[in-house]
């Protein structure tokens, strides 16, 4: 399990490589990462630690070391409903988004239903969600309903003391909630549309 150095270390290393197309050298790294000059061993565990992980490609170019990005994985938890709650399902598959939807707390969820349809989310289609307990007004949520189902909707806080679920859909109603049954799970930023066709899940889901 990274340490939170070596997750900040690759945080900083994403960047770089995504926006010079090369990789730091130690110098920058130990500037960037605001440690000591003779601290070079800990930039060498902690490279060597992610490269086990699978998290970055390392190789040797004379002496200077090269770092690459590995392809990058979500985890697929499941289905998400965009229509009535369905049971909160998890499951162990992961999609390859590579530098799409890139985020250590970042997650993908199958859309099933169309109460979402009106923000351009359909059924089928694979949705990206930021994990966070917390969302503001008007953002697309990822919601768990009484511990047990979840949804995708927008969140509002305009009733008094309620918690509106709003759909997308000018079709379906909004429906409010006292604040204690419903649980932000992750806020929606981005979707990936890959075919017509919804992604297989195995048949035990």
């Known amino acids: 399990m990274a340490t939170d150095f070596q997750s900040n270390l690759y945080e900083y290393l994403a960047s770089y490589i995504k926006d010079s197309g090369s990789s730091p050298s130690y110098a920058e790294i130990i500037a960037a990462m605001r440690i000591s000059p003779n601290s070079k061993s800990l930039i060498t565990r902690s490279l060597r630690a992610l490269n086990k992980e699978g998290k970055i490609l390392l190789e040797k170019d004379g002496r200077r070391l090269l770092i690459s990005l590995s392809s990058k994985h979500l985890p697929l938890l499941g ?12 499951d162990e598959q992961s999609i390859d988004v590579n530098e799409l ?105």
């Open 101 to 205: 939807f890139y985020g250590r707390h970042h997650f993908a969820l199958l859309v099933k239903g169309n109460s979402m349809i009106e923000d351009g989310i359909f059924d089928g289609d694979m949705i990206v969600c930021k994990q966070t307990n917390t969302a503001s007004e008007g953002d697309v949520i990822v919601a768990l309903i009484d511990g047990y189902s979840t949804t995708l909707k927008r969140i509002s806080y305009k009733v008094k003391n309620m918690i509106t679920l709003v759909p997308s859909n000018h079709e379906l109603k909004p429906k409010a909630y006292t604040p204690e049954r419903i649980q932000v799970q992750g806020i929606y930023i981005g979707l990936i549309r890959v075919s017509e066709k919804p992604y297989a899940f195995p048949k035990k889901l």
């Open 79 to 90: 289905r998400i409903s965009a229509g009535l709650p369905i049971e909160a399902i998890s």
